[in-house]
């Protein structure tokens, strides 16, 4: 499940298990019930984000469940889980995205390899790793298409690295 820490405003994947632990620091962000017992007296502490898929304790002290702190907008319509006592809502507002071309704002700013990594000391796992990417780089470049991940030629690199 995704989670965000409104401490260190960093979203990650956390195990569906209670307690919830923050992955920088590891320390508490709250307990859920997801298993619905609901045991007096009942405190709602979570939220959840129907838009951005994230978990994150209520801030009563900021703007509590007005505006989503991941994705930062707006609540349209809250629904609380008489079960499990997590107040999820969602927005009717659409998230501004403003795409960038490198026609107009120039060369792209993060321009890098993909790469794989291996233990310095694994050999043979690197050969074959590199056969399966040489056997095949056109079923890569379709995925990639389909995602409408943005390439650069390696000439480009060099030149917008400087």
Known sequence: ???????????????RQSPVKCENRGHLLGELDFEGV??????IR?????NC??????????????????CT???SQLYLCD???????????????????????GALRFAFDVSL???????????????????????INGILDGYNVPRVAPEAQLTSAK
């Open 1 to 15: 499940m995704r989670v965000f820490c409104p401490e260190h405003k960093r979203g990650f994947f956390a195990p």
């Open 38 to 43: 609901g045991n007096s007296p009942v405190e």
């Open 46 to 50: 979570w939220q959840y984000c129907c």
């Open 53 to 70: 898929e994230h978990f994150c304790p209520i801030d009563f002290d900021r703007e509590g469940l007005e505006r989503c702190p991941v």
């Open 73 to 75: 907008r707006p609540s």
């Open 83 to 105: 079960k499990c006592h997590l107040v999820s809502f969602e927005s009717n507002t659409p998230l501004e995205l403003t795409p960038v071309t490198p026609d107009k704002d």
């Open 117 to 139: 990594g291996v233990r310095k000391k694994d050999h043979e796992l690197r050969d074959q790793l590199d056969m399966f990417v040489t056997n095949h780089r056109k079923e």
